[in-house]
């Protein structure tokens, strides 16, 4: 069980990193107040490309499944890091040699030693691998740029964030020479 709620946390976590990442760019164009500096046809032109970034961020979703018993299984042995494998060994069937005694001898104490393995063994935490699937770190960049958007805003992000969506209010005029 902990080592199938590892993978979908993985899972999870690669798949809404896109989708993170557009949603962050996104607060950090309006919370600077581009759209506030844009007419209302560029707003509109706006929100539909990062609307179809989103969707495309969306299809990370398209080849998730649940994991296999075989992955669960090679996961909760600590993908090799257990010596000996003490899950897979537990599953096993002995294959021949089930009349001979010296066999099943044999056979009964590679078993007690995987469980006794098994019993000592703690699954592996979550590795999502950001870094790898993000080599450029544009998740970081994403959110200083949201965090120091937000900032400049201050009280106003509500309305800043709205603008993008307003398509009839023409820019409003900026101070005289």
Known sequence: RRAEQAILAEKAW???LPLL???ALFLAVSWSGLWLRVEPLWRMVGVA???AAALAALSAWRGWRRPSRDELITRADGDGAIAHHPIAATTDALATGQQDEATRALWDLHQRR???ALAKAKPAAPRPDLA???P???RT???LGAVAAATVAGPEWRGRITTAFDWTTPVAPGPVA
């Open 49 to 51: 490309v990062f609307a």
């Open 136 to 138: 450029w770190a544009l």
């Open 21 to 23: 990442i557009v949603c």
């Open 141 to 143: 960049v994403a959110i």
């Open 14 to 16: 690669r798949a809404l």
């Open 132 to 134: 790898g699937r993000d």
């Open 114 to 116: 995987a469980a006794a």
